[in-house]
């Protein structure tokens, strides 16, 4: 079991607080090995194991619990036999009907330092406020950042630039890194089986999608045009270009469903002269690049966007609200605000000539402020800073995090 400790320090502060720990995110990125780095710690710290109580509803051991009463009855019968606080660990808790009416009455009758994950069916941010009633703090989980990655192969003797390179072709997808025996066959055979499970089980029967070839439709259009603006209407006009009339209202419920499932995100723009979020031109962002090659395997003409993807994700897992820059006629790629700070980067794959480096280089030259300004691509032998706009490579961008 390896740590994740980008996601583990977020949750750290509330470990045996009065906060229900939710933990959601994409089917396959962790959150069950979470809750067992979690207990890891708890018992280092001198927590007796007799006191931690973990369920995995996927487990047919735990299949009489997958409903209210029994799943309460059997905690209240545990808990007898413990002194002091325990420390209960429910993993896919969507799995127990009216988990909510369990999770608010242990919550009320017994000392408990609760976690919960979920893999969407109903546990999605928007819902949670209305089923619990208690105190929550709701965490997302993503799949490996690069350099979690490194530790994952740490030993594995590969080259960094090949780490790199790997990670660009196969995505962060834990079950990808577990073995130095997948190759890049083996590899995208996984990442369709978790594209289709994640499509079927978190979307189709969540959502009672009746048209599911529609859906997957739409979601190979959001995977081929990763780092351009999409619009729901662009979409049905796509399709319309190719003999189908889909109406819009019917694109953006599907949107919504990937959105909401964790599949993609959707970043919003930013007018950064006249400090507004715009409601036009959003972009949409995959979870994982791996999910791109899932659909088509690696094609060379969508590096550009798998890089702003990879930037992109990077940046959320640091803890960023992330934008799209807009100042005049003129784009930046990501704005990221996170409390007090501020970063703006810019991403492409080769600075090759004047033109190129002018091109990426103009919109943060524009903008007034004194926030860190980046330009970040895969070239290695472009080095200049100009007029404190930096250069900085992708392997050296996503490695180092004392750099922003």
Known sequence: MFDRPLCYEKIKPFIGKPFIKVITGIRRCGKSTMMLLIQQGLIKQGVDPRHIIFINFESLQYGHLRSSRPLYEYVRERMASIEGMAYVFFDEIQLVEDWEDAVNSIMLDFPVDMYLTGSNSKLLSSEISSLLTGRFIHFTMQVLTYSEMLAFREGMSEAREDLLWLYIRRGGFPAIHL????????????????????????????????????LRRILYFIADTVGSPVSAKRIADYFKSQAR??????????????????????IQRYDIKGREILKTQEKYYLADSGLQHAVFGYRDRHISGILENIVHNELVSRGYAVYVGKLDALKVD?????????????????????????????PLLKIGDSYPKFVVTMDPRFSDT???VRHIPLERFLADGQLF
Do not use: C, W
């Open 334 to 362: 990501f704005i990221a605000e996170k409390a007090q700070q501020k970063v703006y980067v810019q991403v492409a794959y080769r600075l090759e000539g004047e033109q190129a480096v002018q091109r990426e280089f103009a």
């Open 245 to 266: 009339r889909v109406d819009m209202n019917t694109v953006h419920t599907y949107l919504d469903a990937l959105v909401s499932s964790y599949i993609i995100t959707r």
């Open 386 to 388: 100009i007029e404190g």
């Open 179 to 214: 073995s130095p025996d997948f190759d890049e066959r083996s590899s995208y055979m996984v990442l369709n089986s978790i594209f289709d499970s994640i499509v079927l089980r978190d979307v189709v029967q969540r959502y009672k999608i009746r048209d599911v070839e529609l």
